[in-house]
């Protein structure tokens, strides 16, 4: 019996544990992609037409700038769907393009949208106790997962990979 307890104690910190390993991989593809698509959009941002779509966005009313905040998110919906559908229908290649692409464009105009109205979307209380949640579980995760010997292994190796590259570069090109 207790031999019993001890296997179900140790699979569940084992899906735990890779479910955990999981999210925080999912969570830095996101914050990589967020970044990314913020830095594009900011530059977007310089058009004239675009500036003033923005300034409009960022002088918006906290629950009206929540409705901006969510739209891109709602529009892509049916692509997230079509592509789950098209997976399904055994088109797996082209539903994971779809959904790969509806993702960056969503994260693109979400994270720009969220650049410009988070001032008033922080006024929100509970959204405001949401995001401090957030991202108070966001940075222990990611101390946790920094913490573990695969993470510390991962990120050595590719920095001797890059090192790599840059001095193959360098003897090949110059500098």
Do not use: N
């Amino acid at each position: 019996m207790k031999m019993r307890g001890t296997l179900r104690a140790s699979s569940i910190a084992a899906v735990r544990g890779a479910l955990t390993l999981l999210a925080a991989l999912w969570i830095f593809l996101e914050e990589w992609i967020w970044d990314a698509m913020q830095a594009c959009m900011a530059w977007l941002g310089k058009l004239p037409g675009v500036r003033w779509c923005e300034a409009r966005i960022a002088g918006l009313p906290p629950y009206a700038a929540m409705v901006a905040f969510l739209i891109p998110g709602a529009i892509l919906v049916p692509f997230k769907l079509l592509a789950f559908w098209l997976i399904a229908r055994g088109h797996g290649l082209l539903g994971l393009q779809v959904f790969v692409i509806a993702k960056i464009v969503g994260t693109a105009f979400l994270a720009r949208i969220f650049a410009l109205t988070k001032p008033a979307l922080l006024t929100i209380g509970w959204f405001a106790r949401f995001h401090a949640a957030f991202t108070a579980w966001r940075d222990r995760l990611y101390a946790y997962v920094k913490s573990l010997p695969a993470w510390q292994a991962a990120k050595a190796w590719i920095a001797t990979a890059r090192g790599s590259v840059r001095a193959w570069y360098r003897s090949r090109f110059g500098s």
